[in-house]
């Protein structure tokens, strides 16, 4: 039986302690079938590993949500996107923040992203095809900052760029084990770091680069 959005929301996310209104409205709003590989298409709101052309996974509907709401993402607020992927997750958080700067490092992937999103009318997003673990580094500072793939340790150039009072989302772990870390930019000198829960996620690529470590 096909999964529909509303049988998510109930069935899936809620119980899961998915209960911020703003976040369930924002995946309300979003088709997630629009960002799902075609062959998919009748599991796009399914609790699966959907497989991307790139070897990835496109991330569960509960991570997505659970992504939402531990950011609290307020209108103002400017966001970075580490991993563009399906788009999927660039387009929820567009519509709730003021601005989205997504960086990848494969051009075919934005494209993809860029073609989904086009359903959506959104201004706010800007694409940057780069390499996050080689020696591209952030221009400006963000109020919140995603990492849609996990990393083994903390990424203190993407730290450094965060605003005070911005928060970062970050899988911290080598598999099988891994944790959800929240971290939070409390003043211009210090940052607290916060595990949440346990779970796994696809590696991004390149983290082994020494210069991700900004030393």
């Known amino acids: ?43 796009s709101y399914a609790e699966f590993d959907i497989p991307l052309d790139n070897n990835y996974s496109m991330l569960r509907p509960i991570m997505v949500a659970k992504i939402l709401q531990l950011l609290e993402i307020r209108e103002n607020d400017q966001i970075l996107e ?16 003021k601005s ?28 940057i095809n780069e390499d996050v673990f080689s020696n591209w580094t952030p221009q400006k500072k963000y109020d919140v900052i995603v990492l849609t793939g996990s990393v083994d340790s903390r990424v203190e ?14 899988v911290i772990g ?20 916060k595990q949440v829960f346990e779970t796994t996620l696809d590696q991004l690529k390149n983290i082994h680069k020494k210069s991700y470590l900004n030393f």
Do not use: W
């Open 100 to 127: 989205v700067d997504t960086v990848d490092m494969d051009e075919n992937v934005q494209i993809k992203a860029k073609l989904s999103l086009d359903n959506y009318n959104l201004y706010n997003i800007n694409f």
């Open 1 to 43: 039986m096909r999964i529909t959005k509303k049988n998510m929301i109930e069935s899936q996310l809620k119980p899961e302690g998915i209960s911020c209104l703003t976040t369930i409205d924002c995946i309300s709003k979003v088709n997630r079938e629009d960002f799902v590989p075609l062959k998919y298409i009748e599991s």
């Open 174 to 193: 080598e598999h099988p084990v891994m944790t959800v870390n929240m971290i939070t930019r409390v003043s211009e000198e210090k940052v607290i770091s």
């Open 157 to 170: 150039k993407l730290e450094d760029s965060l605003k005070v009072n911005g928060r970062m989302f970050v």
């Open 82 to 97: 580490i991993g563009t992927g399906t788009g999927y997750l660039t387009c929820c958080m567009s519509i709730l923040g």
